[in-house]
C-alpha cells in the first residue's frame, strides 16, 4: 500500500486532469483512492502506472495500451459509461442517470494482434486530433461537443 499522502496527492492530480479534460473520476472517493492505489503500486513495481484491473507484463513497450489513462478508456466510456476499472466514468454515470456495470476486456489476449488503427477525428472547432473508434464526448481542448467532430482520416 502507497503513503497515504502519495494517494490523496495522486488523486487530486488526476482529478484535476480529468476535469479540465472534459473527464470525470468516480465519484467513489474510497473505491476511487484503492485505485489510485494500485497505480501507485503498479508504478512502483513496473515503473509506469499500468491499469490496476489488468495484468501487466513488466515490459513497458508490451503494456503501453494499459498504462493509464488506457488505449480503452474512451471506447468504454462512450459504450459503457466508465473505464475497465470504473476509475473513470462519463457524465451520466456522475448525474446518477446511468448506473455501472461490468465492462468487458477490449485488451486483445496475448498473442493475438493488436487492433488494427483507428480512424482520426478533428474538432471543427479547434482542430483537435485524435485517433479512436469515435469522436469523444467532448472535445479535450475547447469543449465542443461530439458532434462538432468529423472523421478527418
Same mark, same amino acid.
Given at each position: 500500500?502507497?503513503?497515504?499522502?502519495?494517494?490523496?496527492? =495522486?488523486? !487530486?492530480? /488526476?482529478?484535476?486532469?480529468? %476535469?479540465?479534460? @472534459? $473527464?470525470?473520476?468516480? *465519484?467513489?472517493?474510497?473505491?476511487?483512492?484503492? =485505485?489510485? !492505489?494500485? /497505480?501507485?503500486?503498479n508504478? %512502483?513495481?513496473? @515503473? $509506469?502506472?499500468?491499469? *490496476?484491473?489488468?495484468?501487466?507484463?513488466?515490459?513497458?513497450?508490451?503494456? /503501453?495500451?494499459?498504462?493509464?489513462?488506457?488505449?480503452?478508456?474512451?471506447?468504454?466510456?462512450?459504450?459503457?459509461?466508465?473505464?475497465?476499472?470504473?476509475l473513470?466514468?462519463?457524465?451520466?454515470?456522475?448525474?446518477?442517470?446511468?448506473?455501472?456495470?461490468?465492462i468487458?476486456?477490449?485488451?486483445?489476449?496475448?498473442?493475438?494482434?493488436?487492433?488494427?488503427?483507428?480512424?482520426?477525428?478533428?474538432?471543427?472547432?479547434?482542430?483537435?486530433?485524435?485517433?479512436?473508434?469515435?469522436?469523444?464526448e467532448?472535445?479535450?481542448?475547447?469543449?465542443?461537443?461530439?458532434?462538432?467532430?468529423?472523421?478527418?482520416?
Amino acid at each position: 500500500m502507497a503513503e497515504q499522502g502519495k494517494i490523496e496527492a =495522486l488523486y !487530486n492530480k /488526476l482529478n484535476a486532469e480529468a %476535469e479540465a479534460g @472534459g $473527464y470525470h473520476l468516480n *465519484p467513489d472517493k474510497d473505491f476511487t483512492k484503492e =485505485l489510485v !492505489n494500485g /497505480l501507485l503500486v503498479n508504478e %512502483e513495481r513496473y @515503473g $509506469y502506472p499500468a491499469c *490496476p484491473c489488468r495484468l501487466a507484463s513488466g515490459n513497458k513497450e508490451a503494456d /503501453l495500451d494499459i498504462i493509464c489513462p488506457c488505449d480503452y478508456r474512451d471506447p468504454d466510456l462512450t459504450d459503457y459509461g466508465a473505464c475497465y476499472c470504473a476509475l473513470y466514468v462519463s457524465g451520466e454515470v456522475l448525474a446518477g442517470k446511468k448506473k455501472l456495470a461490468s465492462i468487458p476486456e477490449r485488451r486483445p489476449a496475448a498473442g493475438l494482434p493488436k487492433k488494427p488503427a483507428f480512424p482520426v477525428w478533428r474538432c471543427s472547432v479547434c482542430g483537435y486530433l485524435c485517433a479512436r473508434e469515435n469522436p469523444p464526448e467532448v472535445c479535450p481542448i475547447c469543449k465542443a461537443k461530439k458532434e462538432r467532430f468529423e472523421r478527418f482520416l
